[in-house]
């Protein structure tokens, strides 16, 4: 009679015992083509280079190709061609700076030495200004100062001229007075044609407490007061007879007039300046275009009556 055989797991209510593994193979290198010239100049020139990456930092198709090279054709965006690669890739040669960017970029020396008398005249021109006003150093004499504004203010000269022109009997005193009037009517216009297109503001340490101003009057060059006074200094002594202390006080009043600008803050020296030789530029065109019986007979017909 045969031996019963034993109950098997699967009758005893136990899981099966797990397959017995194979054994592995050992893992052999893979085997590698033989390289050629290429190659080893590539293995020679150093570790690869990382595969082209896509604009978000990772290789296209989602992983790194193994065994590609980023070449010069899987660059990404090219960068704007400088002016020498164009030249060296036979373009054509870069358009040079324009005139004022090279000035701005290479100040010349004639534009330093400008800005630096710029400079100098605006810090000058706020320490003289003593009489600006009641709390400078020379506050107290603001008030004579604005006598002295007044003495060479146009419209006072225009007004006693036309006067004199009209009270006049003796037709040589005529003729200087109607002269001087044409040079007080061009010094006025020549200031506000030039005070126009410079607009160079006053200082800022000035009062617009003036006597009597226009719409130019706001800007400051150049000084009509010194131009004025120029102007009418040089005509004095010219067709004036006058005694030696008279004439010095001519000039001292012109003198005066055109530093009390300075003082009061109206004016900076540089306008100052150019005041003064206007005027005397001025006077030359008045003796050019000199009015007499003889040039203008209607003119003086006109005043004789």
Known sequence: ???????????????????????????????????????????????????????????????????????????????????????????????????????????????IALSSLLAIDLWASKRLGVCAGEGSAWGSARPLMKVIEVSG????????????????????????????????????????????????????????????TISVDKYSFPSGHATRAALVCRFVLRHLVLAVPLRVLVVLWALIVSISRVMLGRHNMTDVLFGLLLGYALYGVVEHCWLSPATTPALFALWSH
């Open 1 to 111: 009679m045969a031996a019963a055989e034993p109950p098997s797991p699967r009758a005893r209510g136990r899981p099966p015992p797990p397959p017995a593994r194979r054994a592995s193979r050992p893992r052999t290198a893979p085997r590698t083509a033989p390289q050629g010239e290429g190659a080893r100049r590539r293995a020679s020139c150093g570790p690869r280079r990382p595969p082209y990456a896509g604009r978000g930092g990772t290789a296209r198709g989602g992983g790194a190709r193994p065994g590609s090279f980023l070449s010069l054709s899987q660059r990404g965006p090219a960068a704007p061609d400088s002016p020498s690669r164009r030249k060296e890739s036979g373009g054509t040669a870069a358009a040079p700076l324009p005139e004022e960017d090279c000035m701005k970029l290479n100040p010349s020396f004639v534009g």
């Open 153 to 212: 203010h146009g419209i006072p000269w225009v007004l006693g001229t036309f006067y004199g022109l009209c009270q006049s009997d003796s037709s040589a005193a005529r003729e200087v007075l109607l002269n001087l009037l044409f040079a007080l009517l061009l010094d006025i216009v020549m200031v506000a044609v030039v005070k126009g297109i410079v607009k160079r503001p006053r200082p800022t340490h000035n009062k617009m407490d003036m006597f009597v």
